[in-house]
């Protein structure tokens, strides 16, 4: 595998466990409104201590966090400028199918099915264009 092929990977990876995990800690932080502290600090304190001891966050928090090392990794060998469009929209994607299966209020599913194979034909376009100009030619010195 070649590292602009790697870090298509890298990305598609970090979109799907950034995407498949939002919902999960949207759920997991339920609750947290009624969280209430007499200072703010205290606040913060009271909210930080509830998350981290809440499984149903923790969990899908970690998880996401795996998907920010992979993000990382393909920043080190991708185009910046399609490693960022491509890992938000198939996040988005990822996001909303997510969030369908745990049955979260659904948009229009037309309109959520045009953008989703929009994201997908734009992202292959660009990762095929990006992948045919291979990696960048450093300047002489």
Known sequence: MTSSIESVVYLGLAALLWGATNPFIKKGSEGLQYVKASSPCRQLA??????????????????????SVLYFLALQSADLSLAVP??????FVFTAISGWFLGEEKSDRKTVSAGGHA???GAS?????????????????
Do not use: D, M, W
Not at 46 to 67: A, S
Not at 86 to 91: G, I
Not at 125 to 141: E, F, K, Q, T
């Open 86 to 91: 491509v890992s938000n929209s198939l996040t």
């Open 46 to 67: 009271k909210e930080v201590v509830f998350l981290v001891t809440t499984l149903k966050y923790i969990i899908p928090f970690v998880i996401n966090q795996c998907g």
């Open 119 to 121: 994201t997908i034909v």
């Open 125 to 141: 376009h660009g990762n095929c264009a990006a992948v045919r100009r291979g990696p960048p030619r450093s300047a002489a010195v």
